[in-house]
Every structure is written in structure tokens, then in C-alpha cells.
């Protein structure tokens, strides 16, 4: 069935052309991430994102709007939302489990290789990005 196959993977309206402000259409609010929602509130102290089980995003609202930390805070946090996603990372209130391997999880931290560290810390594979 020829009719079946396609050379391209695009899917476009007769007629229609590509310009830059159709492709960046989702960089107009800079704290937007395209079906994550991102959601500004106050978190604990030095804590600047968390991803969230249900594919959200917390930012502190301490974080400035358009920032550079803005921008450095969502891809790390959004890169943990993808792990989330593929099934690599996942957590609940008692425990994180990275690629399979459960961790217990109490009071903020974290027992990982038999020594408690607190959440966040780049000693974690998972914040290793």
C-alpha cells in the first residue's frame, strides 16, 4: 500500500510555513515547560525546585521570573520529571527508588550506601545530571 508510507515525520497544514515565532511559541512565559506544569511556591530553606510524582514542578517563588537560576533550576528539575517518566526514579514519603534500587527516606534524608545525606545532594546517582 503505497499510500501508507511517509518521507516525512511532520505533520503541517496545506499551506502553512514555519517561521521562528511558531517554533518557540512555548518560550513566551519562560517558567513554561510544554505538559509539565510549573508552579511557583514557597519550599523549605535552600530547597530551589522539586519534581513531583505527578509530573509537576514546584519553584521556590523565591526564584526571580526569566532568571538564569530560573532556567538551570527547571532543566534539573525536568530532567528528574523525565526519569520519573521512563520509570527510572521514583519516590513516595518512605523511600527513593533509582533504576530499581529502593532507598529509605526519613526526616529529609536519604540512607544511601549506609549513610543518611540529606535530599538533594549531589552524592545521589539520580542528581548526578
Known amino acids: 500500500m503505497e499510500l501508507l508510507k511517509k518521507n516525512n515525520m511532520a505533520f503541517r497544514l496545506p499551506n502553512q510555513k ?3 515565532s511558531s517554533r518557540s511559541r512555548f518560550n513566551k512565559d519562560k517558567s513554561s515547560v510544554p505538559g509539565t506544569p510549573v508552579l511557583r511556591k514557597s519550599l523549605g ?3 530551589l525546585g522539586e519534581a513531583n510524582m ?5 519553584i521556590s517563588d523565591t526564584i526571580k521570573p526569566g532568571s ?5 533550576v527547571l532543566k ?15 519516590y ?4 527513593v527508588t533509582h533504576n530499581g534500587k529502593k532507598y ?15 535530599e538533594g545532594s549531589k552524592g545521589f546517582p539520580w542528581e548526578k545530571h
Request: proline share 0%; aromatic share 6%.
Open 45 to 47: 530553606e535552600n530547597i
Open 18 to 20: 514555519i517561521t521562528s
Open 68 to 72: 538564569a537560576l530560573e532556567k538551570k
Open 54 to 58: 505527578d509530573g509537576s514542578i514546584y
Open 92 to 95: 513516595d514519603d518512605n523511600s
Open 104 to 118: 529509605e527516606r526519613k526526616n529529609g534524608q536519604i540512607k544511601y550506601n549506609g549513610k543518611w545525606m540529606h
Open 76 to 90: 534539573h528539575e525536568m530532567k528528574h520529571i523525565k526519569d520519573i517518566k521512563l520509570g527510572k526514579l521514583a
